[in-house]
């Protein structure tokens, strides 16, 4: 029943390269950075490839990747 | 011509109930049916025995009697109410973050049965919305005349020392979190175009604001974008109007010989409250009906309330004393609005509605003779 | 989705922006609505039939309109016979049979019977409208309950 729109597609290329310029701003380094959440805690946990999958607020071992902002169409039904 | 007396007619009309068979449940008025009848279409006739009662009137729930027409159009009214006013509803959502624990097709159902209201003026300007073709790739794109956008943007969080709380073992949500229920107060409607012109006296929003849509714990959110649109029932059931609309017949109860005594008491109970009344026998009936004066005598007062449970058949102290029946031509509609119309307004609506059916019949029927 | 005349049309992308509209459109669409061609369409005269003996097949109607024409029909003196059907409960179609006497024409009676629809009709607005008014201005006797026993 679900359909991933042409429309969502071009929005989400619109914020990627938003995100992009404000990374060059900053530093590069950020772009590698994957965001997770904390399974216990819930704290945001930023990680870089390599690193300990580990929250570094409460030490909890599971992280989850979050859902991406990709725009999904439904039919009310 | 013969004309069938007064007392003939309503025992046609009478639909006669026994234990366990319905009988004489068939219209019968049509021309040729009764020999040496004239039972031909005629407005005058119906005009003078077309009756409407009303019994409650409220916005959203009224009922009334509509005596004196044919089962199939007094059928023909329900089935419009029920399936082909047209209505606003939320019809399409686009999900751009669900963290929750609802799947997102089910969250876009429970948003789609969101009974919503707004003003009248703007709903009746509001134009269906007709899906693009395959052959034209422009149209049917959604626009400010029949359609409507709502938004729902929720994040659930930890209230200031929540945390804390919740290690000394708080449970009570409202203690704990901000943004833990989503109702249907929290959908927020945006104008576009003209409609911000044409909503002016009812903003687009949810007819009972207390909707729990869904919960969220802390870090949870919801982001989407719903497109409400204009449909009817007989697509789908978040289009019907009406929470219920239906009829039954006007209950009859004919005490044939008199049920006195301990015996009235027991029949009155056999039906609810109300419906038959205890009266003391005078002195003149006492003779007559062959018992003591100030006994009780059972009575209909009400049979309007009746169930037709057909409790009292089940007795053998009530044979051949009662007959139940309901009358053919006397509809008790009840019509409860889901609150984007009026109750009253609907009945109203249906009956254009068949009127509209049949004009459109018409016209294609010239179209094709000519 | 209008109620009649129009076809399922196949599901489709849409997306979540909305146009304004600057074209006028308060009255261009109600007369497609009721553009008697797209009517037209939807009757048809089904093979073997005569002048006094016919069957007509209607498109997006049901036992609403069906059975309410049905009544008013056999109302007419000239009527013989009519009845109705929905030949398969998934098709969206109505048949509706018609024989008269006397060499009255088929198309004559379906004619009456569809104008004595909403002549009824107009009695029942009629009607209501004014027993609506009676009971909001007291007039009306409010004796009757429901079974419940409520006002």
Redesign the interface.
Known sequence: ???Y????AQQQQQQQSSMAHDASSSTDERARFVEY?CGDC?APVSLKRGEPIRCRSCGHRVLYK??T????????? | MRVPSQAELQERKRVQIGIETTSNAQSTDFPGHWPGENHEWNLDYIKENLNVKFHTSTPFDSEFSLIGIDTSVANAFRRILLAEIPTL???????????SVMQ??VL??R???IPLQASRRGLNWMKWYQKPTEEDEGSGAPSDYNCAILRLNVKCEWQEGGLQRAARGETDPDKLYVNHSIYARDLQWQAIGKQAEMFADGPIQAVNPDILIMKLR??QEIELL?HAMKGIGQD?A?FSPVATASYRLLPTIDIMKPIIGADAKKFARCFPKGVIRLDSVTSEEASELDCKENEVKAVVANPMRDTVSRECLRHAEFKDKVKLGRVRDHFIFRIESTGQWESEDLFLESVKLLKVKCQRMRRGLDAMMN | MPPAGAEPQP?S?????VQVSDQPHDTEEADAYMDPNLDRERIRILPGSSETAASFQFDNEDHTLGNALRYVIMKNPDVEFCGYSIPHPSEAKLNLRIQTYDNVSVYTVLEKGLKDLEDLCDVVIDKFTVAREDFKSGGQDTEMRDAWGRV
């Open positions: 029943m679900s359909t729109t042409t429309a969502g959440s819930d979050k859902r902002h990709r725009m999904v169409q439904f039919e009310a039904r | 509803a939320i019809e399409t959502v686009f999900i751009y973050q669900n963290t997102d097709e876009a159902h948003l789609g049965l802390p870090g719903m789908h978040k | 599901q992308f849409t997306t979540p922006e």
